[in-house]
Each structure stands twice: as structure tokens, then as C-alpha cells.
């Protein structure tokens, strides 16, 4: 699951629209007065999320994170406390003009081709928010409908993305009764990954 594990805070993720990536994101941070830190590869074929990191006062960080297995680009702040990050999330969001919900909601729900319905599925997984939202799930929830497979599997990739264990029974479903075997398999290994979760809680 797609997370920054080593800061007490991180905001909402920021998925960024078509022609918005490293370069623009790099003109905000030098904006800002930030020093580039760090830069991770993506690797898909490991999990590895690509990443380029500025740091800025306080140790607030800003992400630029190409996502392994979706290629989608979104934006993070990260830092030691909300008050620490929540000043520099306005500035950031205003200057990268990123996807809203609402907006992403609207793409998935007109989606007449397949491949549209799998990028928007996945761009609402990643916006999410932390906090169970009830549109979120609903949108992704009915890509466990769909005719095409690969919206399926999108949908249980979304799941991921949001963490929201709601979709626990869902996902278990598809596990047992979807009729493509390796969304199935895919499907029980997603749904282990949430119970492991749940037990290291």
C-alpha cells in the first residue's frame, strides 16, 4: 500500500493532471526556497514507488511520488506535526492545479472506455482521503461490477491506495466468486494484506 512511513504527518495525496510532473513540481519547491534531497527510482517489477523529495524550514518535506504499479503522478507534504505541514499545503495545491474528487468522481461516472474507467479509478483511490469517505467508496465498490477485467483489478488496486477497510467483505467476494482466477488470486492477496494489517494493529 502506497504510504510515507517515516513521518509522524503526512497531508492528503494530490494526483496531478495530464503534462503536471517533476519539472513542475520542482519550479513549486524552488519556489518555496527548498532543497531537492533525495530521488528514488520507480521500479515496478519491485513495488517501488518513484520519489523526489524537498526539504524545506521545520523539516516539512514536499513528495513527488510516480505511483509502481499505476505510473500515476500525485504530490504529498510530509512533516513532523499538522501545524508543521498544513500552512504549505495551500500554496502547493494552488500553484499544481491537482485533480479534485468531485472532478475525478465526474470522469469515472461518464467513462464510456475501459481504459478511461481503469485511470480514474485508480486517481480516486489515490486522492482519498485518509478518513472513510463514503463517495469513494461507492465509486470504486462498483468497479466490482464491471464487464472488463482490468477495471476489476483497478478497483481492487483502489482499495489499496485508500486503505479504507470497508472494502473488506467486497474484496473477499471477489476472492471467491469472480469468475477470472487470477483477479481472484489477486483479490485473496489483497484481502490478506488488510488482515495483516489489522492484526498488527
Known amino acids: 500500500m502506497t504510504s510515507v512511513t517515516e513521518?509522524?504527518?503526512?497531508?492528503?495525496?494530490?494526483?496531478?493532471?495530464?503534462?503536471?510532473?517533476?519539472?513542475?513540481?520542482?519550479?513549486?519547491?524552488?519556489?518555496?526556497?527548498?532543497?531537492?534531497?533525495?530521488?528514488?527510482?520507480?521500479?515496478?517489477?519491485?513495488?517501488?514507488?518513484?520519489?523526489?523529495?524537498?526539504?524545506g524550514a521545520g523539516d516539512?518535506?514536499?513528495?513527488?511520488?510516480?505511483d509502481a504499479t499505476s505510473g500515476i503522478g500525485y504530490v504529498l507534504l510530509a512533516g513532523p506535526s499538522r501545524p508543521a505541514v498544513e500552512p504549505f499545503v495551500g500554496p502547493v495545491?494552488?500553484?499544481?492545479?491537482?485533480?479534485?474528487?468531485?472532478?475525478?468522481?465526474?470522469?469515472l461516472d461518464e467513462a464510456d472506455q475501459p481504459r478511461e474507467r481503469v485511470r480514474n479509478t485508480l486517481r480516486i483511490g489515490l486522492a482519498a482521503s485518509a478518513e472513510f469517505d463514503k463517495e469513494v467508496f461507492r465509486r470504486i465498490s462498483g468497479t466490482y461490477t464491471d464487464g472488463e477485467d482490468q477495471v476489476r483489478l483497478a478497483g481492487l488496486w483502489a482499495a489499496t491506495y485508500t486503505g479504507y477497510r470497508q472494502f473488506l467483505p467486497q474484496i473477499?467476494?471477489?476472492a471467491s466468486h469472480d469468475q477470472v482466477e487470477w483477479i481472484r488470486s489477486r483479490a485473496e492477496s489483497i484481502a490478506a494484506a488488510f488482515e495483516s494489517e489489522d492484526d498488527a494493529r
Open 60 to 66: 516539512v518535506s514536499l513528495h513527488y511520488v510516480v
Open 93 to 107: 495545491v494552488d500553484r499544481l492545479r491537482p485533480w479534485t474528487l468531485p472532478e475525478l468522481f465526474e470522469l
Open 7 to 55: 513521518y509522524d504527518y503526512q497531508s492528503d495525496r494530490y494526483v496531478l493532471r495530464p503534462g503536471v510532473g517533476a519539472e513542475q513540481v520542482d519550479g513549486v519547491a524552488l519556489g518555496l526556497g527548498w532543497e531537492l534531497v533525495r530521488e528514488i527510482p520507480r521500479d515496478k517489477d519491485e513495488g517501488v514507488d518513484g520519489q523526489l523529495i524537498w526539504l
Open 172 to 174: 473477499r467476494e471477489i
